[in-house]
């Protein structure tokens, strides 16, 4: 089956203990990102990748780190997270360019920084 | 900074009725309109989608409204379902094809 995997599903964490959020797809997509959900705000994306070794920031960075060593794979990491990162956490896919219109959304992860 | 904005932020529609979500865009280089669709504890999903060269695409219950000069779009669904109930996120692709998406409608459909 086709799907963007997340984990953990839900974490809760204290403030600057380091934590990453895995993301796998199984699509063999070039393109990946990360996005933050908030009430109110939407969707915004942290991270996106266009392929491998190639990371650029999206609109909320800070705070953030990503790394994509290998196509299936881009985990988040949180260095130093902070309650204000509290929020619910999505990992998509797609192919590159015009052909990717469509983007595919892991489960997600809902993370609480007490 | 690109924006979409959408309206309402939450919708309450009895069952059989029209919902109707409104979005509006500013920048005239976006080529690609989707709808993404979310139900609790999941991620959002490609719903339906439209290009601007034209003015209406439908599928089943669900259909997109275009209005190019007005740089606005819509989503209807028609007979709503209890089913339907979910976040709905518009959202706009610019010729660097990072989506910029609209802040979500989170719409109920009451038996």
């Known amino acids: 089956e086709a799907q963007v995997t997340q984990n953990p599903r839900y974490l809760i964490t204290v403030t600057g203990k380091k934590l990453t959020v895995t993301c796998s797809q199984n699509m063999n997509h070039e393109y990946m990102s990360w996005y933050r959900q908030d009430p109110g705000l939407g969707l915004r994306q942290i991270y996106y990748s266009m392929n491998v070794e190639v990371t650029d920031k999206g609109d909320v960075p800070e705070g953030y780190k990503v790394s994509r060593k290998e196509k299936r794979n881009f985990p988040l990491i949180l260095e130093s997270p902070s309650p204000n990162q509290t929020s619910l956490y999505f990992c998509a896919s797609r192919r590159p360019g015009l052909a990717g219109a469509e983007q595919f959304f892991g489960p997600g992860t809902r993370l609480t920084v007490l | 900074q690109q924006q979409v904005k959408q309206s309402p932020q939450s919708l309450i529609v009895q069952k059989g009725g029209i919902s109707i979500i409104n979005c509006a865009y500013e920048?005239?280089?976006?080529?690609?309109f989707p709808w993404y669709q979310q139900f609790p504890g999941k991620g959002p999903a490609l719903l339906i989608a439209?290009?601007?060269d034209v003015s209406e695409k439908k599928e089943g219950r669900f259909t997109i409204s275009f209005n190019k000069s007005a740089k606005q779009f819509s989503l209807h669904i028609m007979d709503s379902q209890p089913g339907d109930s979910a976040t709905y996120f518009c959202a706009a692709r610019p010729s660097n094809y990072q989506l910029i998406w609209g802040a979500g409608t989170k719409l109920i459909i009451k038996p």
């Open positions: 439209i290009r601007p």
């Open positions: 920048n005239t280089a976006f080529d690609y």
